[in-house]
C-alpha cells in the first residue's frame, strides 16, 4: 500500500477541481462536529487516518483550456486532478483553514500587518496561502488560482471564492442547496475558532493548525486512465455521507452522455448534453437552496418529478430510484440497439452522413420505410427528462414558498398557502404539474386547488379517511394532466366524487347531507382522552379559517399563524374559556345544573375553543369569564395580556357575551358550525344533528 500522505504533502505541487458529475459541498453540523472533535483530540505526536482520497489525472486537453489555471501548470509544473472521492474532507479543510487565516488577520495585533509579516508557527500567512488557497499570477497579480475549487460554470465556486475565500467585487452570486452548507461551515468553523481561541489562547490555535495540515493522513489514490470513473464515484461515495438519489442521478446521466458512439451522437452534441445536465441541476438546486430557513430537501423534489413524468404505480417507498437507476437510466439501454423508422428521427436528411441507407434495398423490400440502429435510451430521452426536472424546480419551491410570492398570482398564493397549512398530504405534485402545462390559467389552477383543499378537509380532517386514501389515482392524475390527457375541470370533478361516501340523502330530502359519524367517533375517542376538540388535527386550521373569514369582512389581521405551528412550553395559542380545571366559583356556580360528566363536554367542544392573538401565560386560563374579556395588569401596572374585547376577531365575538355558559358555548358552537357549512359547501340535516355533533345534544329537551 502507498505510503500514507498529510495534506501538507497532498496540496504541493497540486490543483484540485471538482468535476460537473460530482454533488457538491454536502456536509452538515454532525459531520463538522465529528471533524472538530477529532482534531482537538488528536495528540500531537499521533497521526489519525483521515480516509481515502481518489484522484483522477486532468488531461492535457482539459486543462488547456482552463484560464487561471493554465500558468501554474505550464510554468510550475503543477499536476492538476479531479477529485473523484475525498471532496467533502478536502473542502471542509480549506475552509477551516481559511477561517484560522481570518481569525489571525483580526487580530489587534495584526491589524497594520501584511500576510507576509503574520505567522502561525513558523509559516507566514502569505505562505500558507499559496500553499493551501490560492496563488496570484505575478508580476500584476491580476490573476488568481485557486488551489482547491468547482468547475467553473458551478455556482459553487463562485461563492466559494468571494464568500468563503473573501475575494472581493463577487457581484451577483446564486446561492443553492449546497452554498447554503458551504457558509454554514465557515461559520461552524469561525465560531468555534473564536472561542478556543478565548479559553486556550493562540498557541493552542497553532497546534490546531499543524495538526490539521500534518497529522491528518491519507491513503492517496490516483486512477487510471482506464478506470470506470463515474462507476467508482458511485462506490466510493456511498461509504461515507451517503449521496441522495438526486445526487446519483445527476451522475449517472453525465457518465451516460460518454457511452453514446458517434454515429448516435457526436462530441459536440455530448457536450451540449452534459451541459444541460449541469444547468438543470444548478437550477434545480438553486431552487431547493433558495429559501435559507427551509431549504427543500432534494429526494422529495426528485420523488415528487418521478410521480409528474413517469407512470405512478402503488410500489415500496425506494422503487422510483431503482426505475430510475436501474431500469430507465442504465447503461445497458445505451448498448441495447433497437430499430427505428426514419420518420420518428423527424425527417429523412438528419441521418448521419456515416449511416448511408441502400434505398434499392429499401425498395426490394415492399418499399418498407428505411430504419436505422438506434440505441433504446435515446440523447432525446435524456434531455427532455433533464428539461422537464429544470422546468419543475422553480413551481416545486413556489408551492412550499407561496407567501409574498411574485410568480404566483395573489389569489394562488392565498390557496396555495392554504394548502400549505391544512397539509397537502400527496397533492404536491399535482399543484405543481398545474403550473407546467401551459393551457391551464390562472382561473383554472385556483378552481383546481379549491377543490383539493375541500378533498383534504372533509374526506382527512372530517371524515377521517386513511392518509393513502386515493393517492394513487391523484398522482397518475397529475402525469395525466402534465401530458394534457385530463383536464384541471375533470380532475376537480373527480375530486368531488370521491368524496360522496362523505354524503347521504335523507328521506324526503332533495339536498345531500354532510355524515359526520365518522367525525363524530374520532372525536368521541379525543374526549376519553381528555381533550375533545382540542386534540382534533385540523382545529387550528379550522379556527384560523374563521378568523380569517372575519378579517376578509371587517379587515385588520391580528392573528398570525405562527402562534399555531411554533414550539410553545408556557404559552398557548388556543384557550379553553371555560377552563379544563374550572376552580374559580364563577364557573363552578354558571354550571352546577350540570353533572361533572356533562362539564367536560363544555370544556372540550368546539364552541368554547378560542384562538388567541397573542400567546399568554397558562396561569391566566382559570380566571372569570369578565376577567378574561378585559387586559389583566400585574402590581406594578404591567400589562401581563390582552383581553378579548382587544384581541382578534374571534376574541372579541366572544367578548360581546355577557357571560359565558351552557347555552352560549352551544350558541357559538352552532355558529362555527354554520361557518363550516359554508366555507366547504356541506350541509348538517338540522340543527340537532349539528348539537350532537358538537356532543351537547343533552341540553335539547
Same mark, same amino acid.
Given at each position: 500500500?502507498?505510503?500514507?500522505?498529510?495534506?501538507?504533502?497532498?496540496?504541493?505541487?497540486?490543483?484540485?477541481?471538482?468535476?460537473?458529475?460530482?454533488?457538491?459541498?454536502?456536509?452538515?453540523?454532525?459531520?463538522?462536529?465529528?471533524?472538530?472533535?477529532?482534531?482537538?483530540?488528536?495528540?500531537?505526536?499521533?497521526?489519525?487516518?483521515?480516509?481515502?482520497?481518489?484522484?483522477?489525472?486532468?488531461?492535457?486537453?482539459?486543462?488547456?483550456?482552463?484560464?487561471?489555471?493554465?500558468?501554474?501548470?505550464?510554468?510550475?509544473?503543477?499536476?492538476?486532478?479531479?477529485?473523484?472521492?475525498?471532496?467533502?474532507?478536502?473542502?471542509?479543510?480549506?475552509?477551516?483553514?481559511?477561517?484560522?487565516?481570518?481569525?489571525?488577520?483580526?487580530?489587534?495585533?495584526?491589524?497594520?500587518?501584511?500576510?507576509?509579516?503574520?505567522?502561525?508557527?513558523?509559516?507566514?500567512?502569505?505562505?500558507?496561502?499559496?500553499?493551501?488557497?490560492?496563488?496570484?499570477?505575478?508580476?500584476?497579480?491580476?490573476?488568481?488560482?485557486?488551489?482547491?475549487?468547482?468547475?467553473?460554470?458551478?455556482?459553487?465556486?463562485?461563492?466559494?471564492?468571494?464568500?468563503?475565500?473573501?475575494?472581493?467585487?463577487?457581484?451577483?452570486?446564486?446561492?443553492?442547496?449546497?452554498?447554503?452548507?458551504?457558509?454554514?461551515?465557515?461559520?461552524?468553523?469561525?465560531?468555534?475558532?473564536?472561542?478556543?481561541?478565548?479559553?486556550?489562547?493562540?498557541?493552542?490555535?497553532?497546534?490546531?493548525?499543524?495538526?490539521?495540515?500534518?497529522?491528518?493522513?491519507?491513503?492517496?489514490?490516483?486512477?487510471?486512465?482506464?478506470?470506470?470513473?463515474?462507476?467508482?464515484?458511485?462506490?466510493?461515495?456511498?461509504?461515507?455521507?451517503?449521496?441522495?438519489?438526486?445526487?446519483?442521478?445527476?451522475?449517472?446521466?453525465?457518465?451516460?452522455?460518454?457511452?453514446?458512439?458517434?454515429?448516435?451522437?457526436?462530441?459536440?452534441?455530448?457536450?451540449?448534453?452534459?451541459?444541460?445536465?449541469?444547468?438543470?441541476?444548478?437550477?434545480?438546486?438553486?431552487?431547493?437552496?433558495?429559501?435559507?430557513?427551509?431549504?427543500?430537501?432534494?429526494?422529495?423534489?426528485?420523488?415528487?418529478?418521478?410521480?409528474?413524468?413517469?407512470?405512478?404505480?402503488?410500489?415500496?417507498?425506494?422503487?422510483?430510484?431503482?426505475?430510475?437507476?436501474?431500469?430507465?437510466?442504465?447503461?445497458?439501454?445505451?448498448?441495447?440497439?433497437?430499430?427505428?423508422?426514419?420518420?420518428?428521427?423527424?425527417?429523412?436528411?438528419?441521418?448521419?452522413?456515416?449511416?448511408?441507407?441502400?434505398?434499392?434495398?429499401?425498395?426490394?423490400?415492399?418499399?418498407?420505410?428505411?430504419?436505422?440502429?438506434?440505441?433504446?435510451?435515446?440523447?432525446?430521452?435524456?434531455?427532455?427528462?433533464?428539461?422537464?426536472?429544470?422546468?419543475?424546480?422553480?413551481?416545486?419551491?413556489?408551492?412550499?414558498?407561496?407567501?409574498?410570492?411574485?410568480?404566483?398570482?395573489?389569489?394562488?398564493?392565498?390557496?396555495?398557502?392554504?394548502?400549505?397549512?391544512?397539509?397537502?398530504?400527496?397533492?404536491?405534485?399535482?399543484?405543481?404539474?398545474?403550473?407546467?402545462?401551459?393551457?391551464?390559467?390562472?382561473?383554472?389552477?385556483?378552481?383546481?386547488?379549491?377543490?383539493?383543499?375541500?378533498?383534504?378537509?372533509?374526506?382527512?380532517?372530517?371524515?377521517?379517511?386513511?392518509?393513502?386514501?386515493?393517492?394513487?389515482?391523484?398522482?397518475? !392524475?397529475?402525469?395525466?394532466?402534465?401530458?394534457?390527457?385530463?383536464?384541471?375541470?375533470?380532475?376537480?370533478?373527480?375530486?368531488?366524487?370521491?368524496?360522496?361516501?362523505?354524503?347521504?340523502? !335523507?328521506?324526503?330530502?332533495?339536498?345531500?347531507?354532510?355524515?359526520?359519524?365518522?367525525?363524530?367517533?374520532?372525536?368521541?375517542?379525543?374526549?376519553?382522552?381528555?381533550?375533545?376538540?382540542?386534540?382534533?388535527?385540523?382545529?387550528?386550521?379550522?379556527?384560523?379559517?374563521?378568523?380569517?373569514?372575519?378579517?376578509?369582512?371587517?379587515?385588520?389581521?391580528?392573528?398570525?399563524?405562527?402562534?399555531?405551528?411554533?414550539?410553545?412550553?408556557?404559552?398557548?395559542?388556543?384557550?379553553?374559556?371555560?377552563?379544563?380545571?374550572?376552580?374559580?366559583?364563577?364557573?363552578?356556580?354558571?354550571?352546577?345544573?350540570?353533572?361533572?360528566?356533562?362539564?367536560?363536554?363544555?370544556?372540550?367542544?368546539?364552541?368554547?375553543?378560542?384562538?388567541?392573538?397573542?400567546?399568554?401565560?397558562?396561569?391566566?386560563?382559570?380566571?372569570?369569564?369578565?376577567?378574561?374579556?378585559?387586559?389583566?395588569?400585574?402590581?406594578?401596572?404591567?400589562?401581563?395580556?390582552?383581553?378579548?374585547?382587544?384581541?382578534?376577531?374571534?376574541?372579541?365575538?366572544?367578548?360581546?357575551?355577557?357571560?359565558?355558559?351552557?347555552?352560549?358555548?352551544?350558541?357559538?358552537?352552532?355558529?362555527?358550525?354554520?361557518?363550516?357549512?359554508?366555507?366547504?359547501?356541506?350541509?348538517?340535516?338540522?340543527?340537532?344533528?349539528?348539537?350532537?355533533?358538537?356532543?351537547?345534544?343533552?341540553?335539547?329537551?
Amino acid at each position: 500500500m502507498k505510503e500514507l500522505e498529510s495534506l501538507k504533502s497532498i496540496f504541493k505541487d497540486r490543483i484540485f477541481k471538482i468535476p460537473d458529475y460530482q454533488r457538491g459541498y454536502a456536509w452538515t453540523t454532525r459531520q463538522l462536529k465529528d471533524f472538530w472533535e477529532d482534531l482537538v483530540n488528536i495528540p500531537l505526536d499521533r497521526y489519525h487516518y483521515t480516509g481515502m482520497l481518489s484522484l483522477k489525472k486532468v488531461d492535457r486537453q482539459v486543462w488547456s483550456g482552463w484560464n487561471d489555471e493554465k500558468w501554474l501548470i505550464s510554468d510550475r509544473g503543477y499536476k492538476p486532478f479531479h477529485i473523484v472521492d475525498g471532496q467533502q474532507r478536502l473542502a471542509t479543510f480549506v475552509i477551516f483553514i481559511q477561517a484560522i487565516y481570518e481569525l489571525f488577520i483580526k487580530l489587534k495585533e495584526n491589524i497594520d500587518k501584511g500576510d507576509d509579516e503574520i505567522y502561525i508557527g513558523s509559516f507566514s500567512l502569505k505562505t500558507i496561502r499559496e500553499e493551501y488557497l490560492v496563488i496570484e499570477k505575478p508580476p500584476h497579480f491580476i490573476i488568481r488560482t485557486y488551489k482547491f475549487g468547482y468547475e467553473v460554470d458551478n455556482p459553487s465556486f463562485k461563492f466559494l471564492k468571494h464568500r468563503i475565500f473573501q475575494e472581493p467585487n463577487s457581484g451577483s452570486i446564486q446561492e443553492t442547496f449546497y452554498t447554503l452548507n458551504l457558509e454554514n461551515a465557515k461559520n461552524f468553523f469561525k465560531e468555534n475558532l473564536d472561542n478556543f481561541y478565548d479559553k486556550y489562547g493562540l498557541e493552542e490555535i497553532e497546534l490546531l493548525f499543524k495538526k490539521v495540515t500534518q497529522n491528518l493522513m491519507f491513503n492517496v489514490y490516483e486512477i487510471s486512465d482506464d478506470f470506470d470513473v463515474f462507476v467508482a464515484f458511485e462506490t466510493m461515495n456511498n461509504r461515507g455521507k451517503k449521496l441522495s438519489n438526486l445526487e446519483l442521478l445527476k451522475n449517472r446521466l453525465i457518465y451516460l452522455t460518454t457511452l453514446y458512439d458517434e454515429t448516435e451522437l457526436k462530441t459536440d452534441e455530448c457536450n451540449s448534453l452534459r451541459e444541460k445536465i449541469n444547468t438543470a441541476w444548478k437550477e434545480v438546486y438553486y431552487q431547493l437552496g433558495r429559501n435559507k430557513q427551509n431549504p427543500l430537501n432534494d429526494d422529495d423534489f426528485l420523488v415528487a418529478h418521478w410521480i409528474m413524468y413517469f407512470q405512478y404505480s402503488r410500489e415500496k417507498g425506494d422503487d422510483y430510484i431503482r426505475f430510475l437507476l436501474e431500469q430507465k437510466f442504465t447503461p445497458q439501454n445505451i448498448y441495447t440497439k433497437t430499430e427505428v423508422k426514419l420518420s420518428s428521427i423527424q425527417e429523412f436528411e438528419e441521418i448521419r452522413e456515416d449511416e448511408e441507407i441502400d434505398q434499392e434495398d429499401a425498395e426490394l423490400n415492399g418499399n418498407e420505410e428505411p430504419t436505422v440502429l438506434r440505441s433504446k435510451l435515446s440523447p432525446n430521452e435524456i434531455e427532455d427528462y433533464v428539461n422537464s426536472l429544470k422546468s419543475a424546480a422553480v413551481h416545486w419551491y413556489n408551492t412550499h414558498n407561496p407567501v409574498n410570492n411574485p410568480d404566483l398570482t395573489k389569489v394562488e398564493s392565498l390557496w396555495i398557502d392554504r394548502l400549505n397549512r391544512i397539509g397537502i398530504v400527496y397533492f404536491r405534485p399535482l399543484v405543481t404539474v398545474s403550473f407546467l402545462n401551459k393551457s391551464i390559467d390562472s382561473n383554472q389552477r385556483v378552481k383546481l386547488f379549491k377543490a383539493i383543499e375541500r378533498f383534504i378537509f372533509v374526506t382527512f380532517r372530517l371524515s377521517r379517511a386513511f392518509s393513502t386514501y386515493r393517492n394513487s389515482e391523484f398522482y397518475r !392524475a397529475a402525469r395525466q394532466l402534465k401530458n394534457s390527457e385530463l383536464t384541471a375541470d375533470t380532475i376537480v370533478q373527480r375530486l368531488s366524487e370521491r368524496m360522496d361516501y362523505c354524503f347521504y340523502t !335523507a328521506e324526503g330530502s332533495k339536498g345531500n347531507y354532510f355524515d359526520y359519524t365518522f367525525f363524530q367517533k374520532f372525536i368521541e375517542k379525543k374526549f376519553k382522552s381528555g381533550g375533545g376538540f382540542y386534540l382534533w388535527n385540523g382545529l387550528k386550521y379550522f379556527l384560523y379559517e374563521y378568523e380569517m373569514e372575519k378579517v376578509r369582512l371587517r379587515g385588520s389581521q391580528k392573528i398570525d399563524w405562527k402562534l399555531f405551528v411554533k414550539s410553545e412550553k408556557d404559552k398557548v395559542s388556543i384557550e379553553h374559556v371555560y377552563p379544563q380545571t374550572p376552580t374559580a366559583k364563577c364557573w363552578k356556580v354558571g354550571f352546577k345544573e350540570y353533572k361533572k360528566s356533562q362539564q367536560v363536554y363544555f370544556q372540550g367542544t368546539l364552541g368554547n375553543l378560542l384562538p388567541l392573538s397573542q400567546s399568554i401565560n397558562s396561569s391566566l386560563q382559570n380566571d372569570c369569564f369578565s376577567e378574561k374579556k378585559s387586559a389583566k395588569f400585574n402590581e406594578k401596572k404591567e400589562k401581563l395580556r390582552q383581553g378579548y374585547s382587544d384581541g382578534s376577531h374571534s376574541e372579541i365575538e366572544v367578548s360581546t357575551y355577557e357571560e359565558w355558559n351552557p347555552d352560549n358555548i352551544l350558541d357559538r358552537g352552532l355558529k362555527l358550525l354554520d361557518f363550516m357549512e359554508k366555507r366547504w359547501d356541506l350541509k348538517f340535516e338540522n340543527e340537532y344533528a349539528m348539537a350532537e355533533l358538537l356532543f351537547l345534544e343533552f341540553m335539547y329537551p
